[in-house]
């Protein structure tokens, strides 16, 4: 049996194994590196504050320090780089190997994959004790007890033709004319000499992969090098976000709600056409991520699920809640709500304009019939309406079957703004299915066309209450609108935001419950 040992060489197989093992860790730690060398503005400042491990309080240190952070940036960078090039290449692999060993066990501590101290950083699944991490570095700890398999590359192939490249001389006399390439034999044999230039193969399919990654694609959006989190503007925020109980025996939810239709493209922007198209190219996947990451750390924890929005609760080990609506038809009353339950939300509502339509084609029964169902499931149900005209007649719907919703979504802003739908032109059930090109009719420019009748019913239900819409689709500044909201009886309130007005708006809303303390309505939740 072959004993591999220090003092031993390994058998050639044995060798090109680990050489190859050793150059596909470099090629990981050099992709890193060049990945953050290239990323405009990167900086491993976010990475360090968010980490939540029982060694936080130093990496929290070294963030706080901008000179130190200079420092920490060029060295992790260069780190990575130097690494990965001494692994890749086989120069000074050595030392590559005990620096990755150090340079991981950072990365580890950091973020070790134990519960509750992994948030904040993006995963690939959830771990116990072990890791990508803590296997790349048992790996470099394996390759550092064969120092035979670590400089086999350029190094050695430098060093083993060096004594043969000092004899090269051009003297002046020669007796007979010997071409120099003859003096100079190759060392240990060809398969030495291939056995040092193992590398080559890989470097020309790294560098192939590289550029085509670059020319074809942005940076993954699920590196942990290119997330990058704003943090340090949620220093702005003093206190702490409102909180409140959106459904008997759930967990508490923030009372400012993260809207989604920005961030899917959505865009109420009247008769500016471009807008929907402006929303898809700002908030590309790896915008959207940055934005749920940094809403959350705000303290928002209720979203609109999406596939998108799974994708990063697994990749953070989020605990945040979501929700979904539902758009119950005659034919199919429940299929929305399993479809709902099969992505694993924690509360199911009846979409606005589905409420709306029910009521216009004369089948509002549907709605009730619904909400039953979800209740029946084990999901709190919410009734959801743009129209109050809709939302009454709902309202009655679910009191003949017996049917009490655990929240209301509805509607809710002044109508004090320039764009504002005429009053003497209004009628019941105006929505979005009732868009005119005449200016003087409505036209995607109003969601709440008789505030005084949508402040009655609000004032009269026992329930919570989400307002949405409150800004109008944009055109109400969030002073105005969420003041509005929480005076007249909103519980919580959903916007969209991009990721810039994420903190603002957090602190606008600290701001607008605390003056709304002593509104009409009871707080309900």
């Known amino acids: 049996m072959d004993k591999l040992t220090n003092n031993s060489k390994p058998r050639s197989w044995k060798q090109y194994g680990l050489v190859i093992l050793r150059i596909i860790i470099g090629w990981h730690f050099l992709y890193e590196g060049?990945?953050?060398?290239?990323?405009?503005?990167?900086?491993?400042?976010?990475?360090?504050?968010?980490?939540?491990?029982?060694?936080?309080?130093?990496?929290?240190?070294?963030?706080?320090?901008?000179?130190?952070?200079?420092?920490?940036?060029?060295?992790?960078?260069?780190?990575?780089?130097?690494?990965?090039?001494?692994?890749?290449?086989?120069?000074?692999?050595?030392?590559?190997?005990?620096?990755?060993?150090?340079?991981?066990?950072?990365?580890?501590?950091?973020?070790?994959?134990?519960?509750?101290?992994?948030?904040?950083?993006?995963?690939?699944?959830?771990?116990?004790?072990?890791?990508?991490?803590?296997?790349?570095?048992?790996?470099?700890?394996?390759?550092?007890?064969?120092?035979?398999?670590?400089?086999?590359?350029?190094?050695?192939?430098?060093?083993?033709?060096?004594?043969?490249?000092?004899?090269?001389?051009?003297?002046?006399?020669?007796?007979?004319?010997?071409?120099?390439?003859?003096?100079?034999p190759v060392p240990n044999g060809r398969r030495n000499m291939i056995k040092n230039l193992t590398f080559l193969p890989f470097a020309g399919v790294f560098t192939w992969s590289y550029i085509k990654a670059k020319k074809d694609s942005e940076i993954d959006a699920i590196s942990g090098g290119t997330i990058m989190l704003k943090r340090s503007s949620l220093n702005e925020i003093e206190g702490e976000i409102p909180m409140g109980?959106?459904?008997?025996?759930?967990?508490?939810?923030?009372?400012?709600?993260?809207?989604?239709?920005?961030?899917?493209?959505?865009?109420?922007?009247?008769?500016?056409?471009?807008?929907?198209?402006?929303?898809?190219?700002?908030?590309?996947?790896?915008?959207?991520?940055?934005?749920?990451?940094?809403?959350?750390?705000?303290?928002?924890?209720?979203?609109?699920?999406?596939?998108?929005?799974?994708?990063?609760?697994?990749?953070?080990?989020?605990?945040?809640?979501?929700?979904?609506?539902?758009?119950?038809?005659?034919?199919?009353?429940?299929?929305?709500?399993?479809?709902?339950?099969?992505?694993?939300?924690?509360?199911?509502?009846?979409q606005g304009a589905a409420c709306d339509r029910r009521a216009y084609e004369g089948d509002i029964e549907v709605v009730a019939k619904c909400i039953e169902y979800i209740q029946q499931q084990g999901y709190p149900a919410g009734l959801g309406a743009h129209t109050i005209q809709a939302m009454n007649m709902a309202m009655i719907s679910c009191q003949h079957a017996g049917v009490e919703p655990d929240f209301y979504y509805k509607t809710m802003h002044h109508d004090k703004y320039w764009s504002a739908h005429p009053r003497e032109n209004r009628k019941p059930f105006l929505w979005s299915a009732n868009i005119s090109e005449d200016h003087n009719e409505f036209h995607d420019n109003m969601w709440c066309l008789f505030p005084e009748e949508t402040i009655e019913f609000v004032q009269k239900v026992k329930k919570p209450v989400v307002g949405f819409k409150v800004l109008a689709g944009g055109a109400i500044v969030p002073e105005e609108g969420f003041q509005w909201a929480f005076d007249n009886g909103a519980d919580f309130i959903e916007v969209g935001m991009f990721d810039f007005q994420i903190v603002q708006n957090v602190i606008q809303t600290i701001k607008s419950v605390e003056k709304a303390q002593n509104r009409n309505r009871p707080w309900y939740g």
């Open 245 to 350: 109980v959106l459904a008997k025996g759930r967990p508490p939810v923030s009372r400012l709600i993260m809207g989604t239709n920005h961030l899917s493209g959505t865009a109420h922007a009247r008769d500016l056409k471009y807008a929907s198209s402006l929303f898809k190219a700002y908030n590309t996947n790896k915008k959207v991520l940055e934005t749920y990451l940094l809403a959350e750390e705000t303290g928002i924890n209720l979203f609109y699920a999406t596939p998108l929005l799974e994708q990063y609760k697994k990749m953070y080990g989020s605990k945040i809640q979501t929700w979904r609506n539902v758009s119950p038809t005659q034919k199919d009353i429940y299929g929305p709500v399993d479809q709902a339950i099969d992505m694993g939300v924690d509360y199911i509502f009846i």
């Open 34 to 184: 060049l990945i953050k060398l290239v990323t405009p503005g990167w900086s491993a400042q976010n990475y360090l504050l968010n980490s939540h491990s029982f060694m936080s309080a130093f990496f929290h240190a070294l963030a706080s320090n901008q000179t130190v952070m200079e420092i920490v940036d060029f060295l992790n960078i260069w780190g990575l780089i130097l690494i990965g090039l001494g692994l890749f290449l086989g120069v000074f692999a050595r030392i590559a190997v005990y620096a990755g060993i150090v340079l991981l066990s950072f990365y580890y501590l950091a973020y070790p994959p134990f519960n509750g101290y992994n948030y904040g950083i993006a995963l690939e699944g959830s771990y116990l004790v072990v890791d990508k991490t803590f296997i790349e570095m048992v790996v470099l700890i394996v390759l550092s007890l064969f120092p035979q398999t670590l400089n086999i590359g350029l190094q050695n192939l430098f060093l083993k033709i060096k004594p043969y490249l000092q004899k090269i001389s051009f003297p002046k006399k020669r007796k007979k004319h010997i071409p120099v390439a003859t003096e100079i």
